[in-house]
């Protein structure tokens, strides 16, 4: 089981970009997927969507971010807009909760894309 992230970049506040995630490699089931960001001394939680399509956000981003399903399966894409300094980090694609069909089940972690937000 692998993620490939896809989007991110640079761009002006106030702007907006769109991540994507796919999961490869066979599995049962995953209770969710969805993003974590890094930045210096933070982890935090930006959006997760479950497998029955409840959403959950991170208090910073409501309102500006919305996670939803990719139109292919076990994908899921993450629309940011008005952007802001403080959302620069390294995003990370997370798939919780996996039930592999030839691998260990568990939580997957993508190898993260960057996002800088800056003038």
């Known amino acids: 089981v692998q993620l490939v992230e896809s989007g991110g970049g640079s761009v002006q506040p106030g702007g907006s970009l769109r991540l994507s995630c796919a999961l490869t490699g066979s599995i049962f089931s995953m209770n969710a997927m969805g993003w974590y960001r890094e930045s210096p001394g933070k982890h935090e939680l930006v959006a997760l969507i479950?497998?029955?399509?409840?959403?959950e956000y991170g208090e910073s981003v409501k309102g500006r971010f919305t996670i939803s399903r990719g139109n292919l399966k076990n994908t899921v894409d993450l629309q940011m807009n008005s952007l802001k300094a403080e959302d620069t980090a390294v995003y990370l694609c997370?798939?919780?909760?996996?039930?592999?069909?030839?691998?260990?089940?568990?939580?997957?972690w993508g190898q993260g894309t960057q996002v800088t937000v800056s003038s």
């Open positions: 997370v798939a919780k909760g996996v039930v592999g069909v030839y691998s260990g089940g568990g939580d997957f």
């Open positions: 479950t497998s029955g399509g409840s959403a």
